[in-house]
C-alpha cells in the first residue's frame, strides 16, 4: 500500500511563494511522482513530475517559476512556487506510481490578486 503525506498549501499574494512537500509511505518500490492540480470547474493537470532517474518535466504555465525536486530516498518530493499567480489558484495533489497510480489527499493553495 502507498500513503502520501501532503503540506504546504496556504494563502499566498501574487509574487509571493509556498513549498509543498509530499512524503511517500510505500511497500512497493516507488517510480515516477509528480504535482497535478484541479481548479474549480477545470480537469486536473500535471504541474510537474519527476522519474525515479531525477528526470523532470513541467508545465509550459509553471516552467521557471515552479521547480520540482526528489529526496535520496525517492520517496519524497517537493514543489518550490514561486512568482505565484491568481491563476495558480488549486488544489495541488501528490502523485506516486508504486505498482498503480496514488494520489494524495490535496492541498489547497490560493493566491490572492
Known amino acids: 500500500q502507498v500513503h502520501l503525506a501532503e503540506s504546504g498549501g496556504g494563502l499566498v499574494q501574487a509574487g509571493g511563494s509556498l513549498r509543498l512537500s509530499c512524503a511517500a509511505s510505500?511497500?512497493?518500490?516507488?517510480?515516477?511522482m509528480g504535482w497535478y492540480r484541479q481548479a474549480p470547474g477545470k480537469q486536473r493537470e500535471m504541474v510537474a513530475t519527476v522519474t525515479s532517474r531525477g528526470s523532470t518535466n513541467y508545465a509550459d504555465s509553471v516552467k521557471g517559476r515552479f521547480t520540482i525536486s526528489r529526496d535520496k530516498d525517492k520517496k519524497t518530493i517537493m514543489l518550490q512556487m514561486n512568482s505565484l499567480k491568481p491563476e495558480d489558484t488549486a488544489v495541488y495533489y501528490c502523485?506516486?506510481?508504486?505498482?498503480?497510480?496514488?494520489w494524495g489527499q490535496g492541498t489547497q493553495v490560493t493566491v490572492s490578486a
Open positions: 510505500s511497500t512497493y518500490v516507488i517510480g515516477p
Open positions: 502523485y506516486a506510481r508504486a505498482s498503480y497510480d496514488n
